[in-house]
């Protein structure tokens, strides 16, 4: 029998993507990742398993990804790595530089978000 040390959700968090704007326009073949929000968004989520840090306002992103699809795919890892057997509606209200997910909200001052509210952790 395996012993396995760490699951990384990385399938959780494309899922938890696939219910914010970007929706599922996360591959480039029908089969693998696109090399922006899909790879970026796994990536995330490995960071954060690994390192044990979160990546909500990480300021590094791919070039060619905007910074609301940075902001949402951390979140989506984020609450992946939180939730892992569970999907995280992830559609958001954007204004300014506040950003509203399911149950969060967060201020974003420079690179870092600050906490607002949550009610769902």
């Not at 909500?56 to 060619?64: D, L």
């Not at 699809?69 to 530089?97: D, I």
């Amino acid at each position: 029998m395996a012993k396995i040390k760490i699951i990384i959700p990385s399938g959780t968090a494309i899922q938890n993507m696939r219910t914010s704007f970007v929706g599922d326009h996360m591959n480039r073949d029908g089969f693998h990742l696109n090399l922006t929000t899909g790879r970026y968004t796994a990536a995330c989520t490995w960071y954060e398993k690994i390192f044990k840090r979160k990546v909500v306002g990480n300021p590094y992103a791919p070039q060619g990804m905007s910074e609301e699809e940075r902001k949402v795919a951390q979140q989506a890892a984020h609450r992946a790595v939180l939730h892992p057997g569970k999907v995280t509606e992830m559609s958001g209200k954007y204004s300014g530089t506040a950003v509203t997910f399911t149950g969060i909200e967060y201020l974003c001052v420079g690179d870092s978000p600050m906490r607002l509210h949550s009610i769902d952790e």
